[in-house]
Every structure is written in structure tokens, then in C-alpha cells.
């Protein structure tokens, strides 16, 4: 019984073991000697098998380096946290990141990525468009190379807006009397749909109305949320719901699919949402296939236009044993070529302003070169390593806000109050 | 030497032992909240008593703190009252009482993360059990007004078994002979319940009180599973926005002084108990 016993844990010992061995670091190098970089990214849109070949063309052109491609799991939230325990832990397991364009100033911050300003050359930097490029800038060091770009924008339809006779709002205020002319007469149909839930896309559509009065939340590194400007937005955006009536209160718990099929089958008139809506809306066997149109967000009198910036940079690990190759890497995703290919292959919207005067692209691809002054006008959420913190205020007191639990003025001067703290600015 | 000290030195060991597994980190923790840290920055600069300070006027966490507070006052009064009536029932003999006894705890057997899953499908608007019998659409997780109570709903469904058996045992305690003389001398079954069943049964009760006090008040997995503390933080307790500020941004400073606040309320409550439960003893 007690041999047994013995037995029993000293098996179970060598199985828990077992992978902390397989998990010790092994020299990885091919037979010829080469080095190896491993490439960590989110799901590739559409066919990996395309990017996949890019790859293999830069293992062409550089004879010796061999790239190891690995995805991470889908949810963004869960790649952070995959990057922040393995980085804390000074981990070389991954030389190349991808990373959310909110992460690199945290990273950086963080001391977890290499400089790469040397890998542009001089006044290459103009060459991308100005939004994505602050986001990687920290005190003069470039921690990462913008690799593609997202930004919020208003989608309608035509059919709609013609059957009326409107044309498409530029203000706030034209939105909400189009939307609820035409709403008042069809049957079964949402104004204006957008992204409410507690969660980082309800903060995106927070800034874009916010931005779009003139409001800030960082002023030089200060929190400035409690303003009238701000209070302004956020009362707009709960008055959609419940005193104009153009968005249903599902918009609370939306995030950006549910929205996207509304507005796919037919049910909605305007919707908020990212670019990549596009193809499936002219996909065959659409509801709105032809229908759809898309333009920049609207704004309140007296301001301008504000879309969210969005989309993915490359950096390299501080802690990988071949920056080298590493930055090789980054270097060739990044230039013109491949972005061009990209854009052709899995539709990323490049981050190099040139591209969008492509022939090719603008033959292949109208509605990505038809955005290229919203991309242009795309503002960075607050760029600053305290971002991730700063955000778990920031949904909880917006999602009060449109839930009416919290009037703006206190959801605002209660997040002001909470990001001071954060900042370490006392209490 | 005396016998007093030879005793010293055989608990000696234990002091040591219970010392580096709780004072220690008790007091690390008390540290770290003076401090103001953040772990991926290497930042911790010692700020004395900003943090509590702070706490004060923050929010959120009396918003946590009220959640907390109601979460534990309704789900243990009704835990009790419902254990209770359970416990008299089973109390009772008829037939097939091993099996029902085995049956009213399954809910407590099942691990509390499953169960919050189990109950997050049930309280599903459109697939779920709950709308598809009441004929209604609530979004029960979603409204900030029903989340925080289907919270309580399903830790009543898990615990009360707990405390229906720990006051089963408390009336097989009960001398028969008591009931005896007092159905002798005529004594109706409430005045029964009154006079011996619930004053006989008083210590039990503080004993569960205390246990589940001290557990509602530290709630985590159940609400956490159950709704992650939305809808706008409605139903965030006090240990969900420790975790998230300790373990979700690394604020190791703040997310301690919020550790040290749970542990001062339920050692204050745990002290309220007892003195009660002394008060009692005493006489």
C-alpha cells in the first residue's frame, strides 16, 4: 500500500515535470547554421496561406534566417496578457511582436522593445501616416514600425438616404433628424447603431464623440476628462437612446458583430463600425449588397471630424537572442512591397501614405484607397504607457453613463479623479 | 524549568510556522498599500498614506463596497431562512430521507465556477430556461437593476445546503427528552419552536452566520463567472476590484490597500460575531 503509494506521487511528479522540461529554452538553429526568429501575431484575415509566402519570399531574399510563425489566441485581450507574463518574465522565446497600437507606448515603457528608429531613413517617418506614427514615438526613440491601420467610420445606406431624398449628415444633429425622418416611416428600422458595451470599443466610441466636440482627455500628460466639452459628448450619446430615440438601448451590449449583422441584414440605417464591415456587405448574397455607402464620422457645430485609430505595429523584443533578423523582418513587413502585397492578398489598409496612389490598389482595391483622408485625420487613443490602466477606468464610468446610473458630469469627474490617481498626481 | 516553559518551547514551533504563512504576508501586504507601485514600470515610491486616503473619496470602491454589502446582507438572511426551513424538514422521519439529504447537496458539490456557468446560460435573454418558462424577455445579466440579484439568487441555489446541513446537525443536538416534557405540558408546535427549538439551536446559528458573513463578503469566483462585475460595475464586489486593479493592470500599491480594506471589514465582522457569541456563552 505504502510502495504504492510512493509509486503513485513519484509518477505524478515526473508528469508535472515533463513540461518544464519541454519548456526549457532549446538553441534553435537549422543545418545550415542559420538563425531562426520567431514571429508572433494575432489571426491573419482571410487566406494564412498568403501570408505564408511573404514569408517565404523573405527567407529567400535573406539566405540563413529562417522565420517561425505562431499565432496567438484571437482575443486581443488575451494577447496582451500572453505578451505582459512572457515579457515580465524576460522571455526570448519571440523575437518579432505585432502589437495593438495601444500597447507601445506600455511597452516601451516597460523597456521590452529595442529602438528601431535606425531601420527608416531620414524623414522616412513622413512617409506613414502621422496618427499611428505618434503612437509608436516615446521621447524621441521609435519602439515600433506601423504595419497596418484601422480607423472607426459612418456607414449608411444609399438606397435609403435617396428614397428620401437626404443626403448624407455631416453633424451630429443632421444624423439624428435623418435618421429619425426616415425611421418614423419604415418599419423595423434602427437609426443609428454603435458599439456600447463595457469594453475597450465603447471607450474608441466614446473619444470619436468626445474628439468631435473639442473634448480631450489628456492635456499634456494632465487629465482634463471633467469638461463641460466632454460632459456634452457623453449626455449626446445617451440622449441617441433615450430623448431622440435613433439607437436602440441594445447598443449597451453591443460590440462590433452584433452591429454588423444588424446593419448587414437590412435593420439600420447608420452604424459606426471599422472598415473591415466593407467586404462582407458586398459579399454575393448580401441583404445590402450595392446599397452601402461610407464617409467620415459626423461632428457637433463649430468642430471637426474624429475617428479612432486603429490597427497593428512591429516592434522587437528587447530579451530576443537575434535582433538582428529580428529587425530584418520588421524591415521588409513593413516597406512598400510588402504592405502593397498584404493589402492585395488579405485586405490590411497599408500604414505608407503612397500606397494609397497605387494604380494596382486603386484598381484592386477603391473602398481601402477611398479612406485614405479618414486614415490621414485618425487620432491615436492617449498616448501614454499608463493607457491600459487609465481604459479600465474609462469603460466602467462611460458604460454608467449611458446606462444612466451616473450622470456625465460624475462618471466624468469620477474618472478624472481615478486617473490622477493612476498618474500618481496624489488623491 | 518550568512546565509553563517547556510548553512554550512545544508551541514554538507553530508560532514560527503560522508566522511566515500569514503575519508575513499580511504585513507585506500592509507595505505595499503605503506604497504607490506598478510592477511593469518598476515604479514604488513610498507615498505613506495617499492610498487610503484616496480610497476615501474613490468611487468606485464605495461603489464596490455597497455592492458587497448587499450582496452578503440578502444572501445569507435568505440562506438562513430557507436552511432553516429545509433543516426542520429533514429533521423529520419519513421515507427515503438518506437520498433526499444526499440530494439538497448537489448544489453545494458543484464546484462554484460551474455552477455560475451553468446559471449564466439559464439566465441566457433568448436561449435561457428562466425567460423560456416565465414567457418573458429580461436580460437578466445585463440590466444593472437584475444582475446584482440573479447574482443572489444563484449563491442561495449553491450555499444554502451548506447551512441547511450545519443546523441539521445543531438540531439532532436537541435533547428529545425537551420535547417530551413540553408536549406534556401541552405546549403548541410554534411555542415549541420558540422556547427550544431556536434558542437550543442559537450557537449553530452564530456559527453559520459567521462562516457565511465572512464568505458572501469576499465573494469572487460566483459573481465574477457570472457577470465579470458589469453591467457599468453594478454588481463589482470588493475582492473583483482588488483582483482587477492587482492582477488586470498591476497596481500592486492601490490593489493592496483595497486587499487590507477587505480584510479589516471581515475581521470586523468576524470580531462582532464572537463577541456576541461570548456575550452569550457567558451567562
Known amino acids: 500500500m505504502f510502495i504504492s503509494a510512493v509509486r503513485v506521487i513519484s509518477v505524478l511528479a515526473t508528469l508535472c515535470a515533463l513540461p518544464l522540461l519541454a519548456g526549457c529554452p532549446v538553441e534553435q538553429k537549422n543545418p545550415r547554421d542559420g538563425t531562426t526568429i520567431v514571429f508572433k501575431h494575432g489571426k491573419i484575415a482571410g487566406d494564412p496561406g498568403q501570408f505564408r509566402k511573404l514569408l517565404d519570399r523573405f527567407e529567400r531574399e535573406n539566405p540563413g534566417i529562417t522565420v517561425k510563425d505562431e499565432t496567438l489566441p484571437a482575443s486581443t485581450d488575451e494577447q496582451h496578457q500572453y505578451y505582459v507574463i512572457n515579457l515580465e518574465g524576460k522571455s526570448g522565446d519571440f523575437d518579432v511582436i505585432s502589437m495593438d497600437v495601444i500597447w507601445v507606448p506600455e511597452f516601451a515603457r516597460a523597456g521590452w522593445l529595442l529602438d528601431v528608429s535606425h531601420l527608416l531613413g531620414p524623414g522616412e517617418e513622413n512617409a506613414f501616416f502621422p496618427g499611428p506614427m505618434r503612437a509608436v514615438t516615446m521621447n524621441d526613440g521609435i519602439y515600433a514600425i506601423p504595419w497596418y491601420i484601422d480607423a472607426g467610420v459612418l456607414y449608411y445606406r444609399k438606397d435609403l438616404l435617396k428614397k428620401y431624398g437626404r443626403s448624407v449628415p455631416e453633424t451630429w444633429s443632421e444624423l439624428v433628424i435623418t435618421a429619425q425622418e426616415i425611421t418614423g416611416q419604415e418599419r423595423g428600422l434602427y437609426g443609428f447603431i454603435w458599439q456600447g458595451k463595457q469594453y475597450e470599443g465603447l471607450v474608441c466610441n466614446a473619444l470619436e464623440f468626445i474628439w468631435s466636440n473639442g473634448g480631450e482627455v489628456l492635456d499634456k500628460g494632465k487629465p482634463v476628462l471633467d469638461s463641460p466639452r466632454n460632459a456634452e459628448a457623453l449626455r449626446f450619446m445617451r440622449d441617441l437612446i433615450v430623448k431622440y430615440g435613433v439607437t436602440p438601448p441594445l447598443v449597451t451590449t453591443a460590440i462590433e458583430e452584433p452591429t454588423r449583422h444588424l446593419f448587414g441584414s437590412g435593420k439600420a440605417l447608420f452604424m459606426r463600425n471599422w472598415p473591415y464591415a466593407w467586404n462582407i456587405f458586398e459579399k454575393q448574397g448580401s441583404a445590402v449588397k450595392g446599397n452601402v455607402g461610407v464617409a467620415p464620422l459626423p461632428f457637433f457645430p463649430g468642430n471637426r471630424t474624429a475617428s479612432t485609430l486603429g490597427g497593428w505595429q512591429l516592434g522587437v523584443n528587447r530579451f530576443s537572442r537575434q535582433p538582428e533578423a529580428a529587425e530584418k523582418l520588421v524591415r521588409f513587413l513593413t516597406s512598400p512591397a510588402s504592405q502593397k502585397t498584404l493589402a492585395l492578398s488579405v485586405g490590411y489598409k497599408p500604414t505608407r501614405k503612397a500606397l494609397y496612389k497605387d494604380p494596382d490598389l486603386m484598381r484592386q482595391q477603391p473602398f481601402m484607397t477611398s479612406l485614405y483622408g479618414i486614415f490621414l485625420r485618425a487620432r491615436p487613443r492617449p498616448v501614454t504607457p499608463y493607457y491600459l490602466m487609465m481604459t479600465q477606468v474609462l469603460q466602467p464610468e462611460f458604460s454608467a453613463a449611458l446606462a444612466g446610473i451616473k450622470s456625465p458630469e460624475a462618471a466624468l469627474a469620477s474618472a478624472q479623479k481615478q486617473v490622477r490617481h493612476i498618474l500618481g498626481e496624489g488623491p | ?283
Open chain 2, 1 to 283: 524549568m518550568n512546565s509553563r516553559d517547556q510548553g512554550n518551547r512545544f508551541v514554538l514551533p507553530a508560532v514560527i510556522a503560522l508566522s511566515l504563512v500569514t503575519v508575513y504576508p499580511v504585513l507585506s501586504v500592509l507595505s505595499m498599500s503605503l506604497h504607490r507601485k506598478l510592477l511593469l514600470f518598476d515604479i514604488s515610491e513610498f507615498t505613506g498614506l495617499d492610498n487610503y486616503r484616496f480610497l476615501l473619496s474613490d468611487d468606485r470602491f464605495w461603489n464596490a463596497f455597497n455592492n458587497t454589502v448587499y450582496f452578503t446582507a440578502l444572501s445569507v438572511s435568505l440562506e438562513l431562512l430557507l436552511g432553516l426551513g429545509i433543516a426542520l424538514l429533514l429533521n423529520r422521519t419519513f421515507r427515503f430521507k438518506g437520498a433526499m439529504t444526499a440530494l439538497v447537496l448537489v448544489p453545494w458539490a458543484i464546484p462554484t465556477a460551474v455552477s455560475a456557468r451553468m446559471w449564466e446560460w439559464m439566465y441566457n435573454t433568448d436561449f435561457g430556461i428562466l425567460n423560456h418558462l416565465l414567457g418573458l424577455k429580461i436580460n437578466w445579466l445585463g440590466s444593472p437593476f437584475w444582475a446584482m440579484n440573479a447574482a443572489v439568487v444563484m449563491d442561495v441555489w449553491k450555499t444554502t445546503p451548506f447551512v441547511a446541513i450545519l443546523l441539521l446537525a445543531g438540531l439532532k443536538m436537541i435533547p428529545q427528552d425537551l420535547y417530551q416534557a413540553a408536549r406534556i405540558d401541552g405546549a403548541g408546535a410554534w411555542s415549541i419552536f420558540r422556547r427550544i427549538t431556536l434558542p437550543l439551536l442559537m450557537p449553530v446559528v452564530l456559527v453559520v452566520l459567521i462562516f457565511r458573513t465572512m464568505d458572501a463578503f469576499r465573494v469572487f469566483d460566483a459573481v465574477y463567472v457570472l457577470t465579470g462585475g458589469g453591467p457599468a460595475n453594478t454588481t463589482e464586489t470588493l475582492s473583483i476590484y482588488a483582483y482587477k486593479v492587482l492582477f488586470q493592470t498591476l497596481q500592486f500599491g492601490y490593489g493592496s490597500t483595497l486587499a487590507i480594506v477587505v480584510f479589516l471589514c471581515v475581521g470586523a465582522i468576524s470580531l462582532l460575531y464572537l463577541r456576541v457569541l461570548t456575550a452569550r456563552a457567558e451567562p
